[in-house]
């Protein structure tokens, strides 16, 4: 009913930036939250940051002041543009949304697949 469609993850040194995308598509009616999480290798998934459809946002301690998430409603995407990377960011990016359903107006919260980044040091 709602795909994610995750890019731009990859392989970059310790200070770098990078930006993650995500688009939504599908029967949406409406994009409410949408969201990053995180999990690296043998941790817990974390919530990166989120923002809601009227921009307010939320960010992990970890991340304010490197990270920015931000959203085009009209394209039904989500950014993370992530700046002074660190080793201890390296982990897969997962992008996650609750939107309306068209026709129906049920809430429906869904995951993209995951984009691996790697921060070398």
């Known amino acids: 009913q709602v795909q994610l469609v995750e890019s731009g993850g990859g392989l970059v040194q310790a200070g770098e930036s990078l930006t993650l995308s995500c688009a939504a598509s599908?029967?949406?009616?409406?994009?409410?939250?949408m969201a990053w999480y995180r999990q690296a290798p043998g941790k817990q998934r974390e919530l990166v940051a989120d923002?809601?459809?009227?921009?307010?946002?939320n960010y992990v301690d970890s991340v304010k002041g490197r990270f920015t998430i931000s959203r085009d409603n009209a394209q039904g995407t989500v950014y993370l543009q992530m700046n002074s990377l660190k080793p201890e960011d390296t982990a897969v990016y997962y992008c996650?949304?609750?939107?309306?359903?068209?026709?129906?107006?049920?809430?429906?919260?869904?995951w993209g697949q995951g984009t691996q980044v790697t921060v070398s040091s």
């Open positions: 996650w949304s609750r939107v309306l359903l068209r026709f129906t107006l049920r809430e429906f919260s869904s």
């Open positions: 923002i809601t459809s009227s921009g307010n946002t």
């Open positions: 599908g029967s949406i009616f409406k994009i409410n939250a």
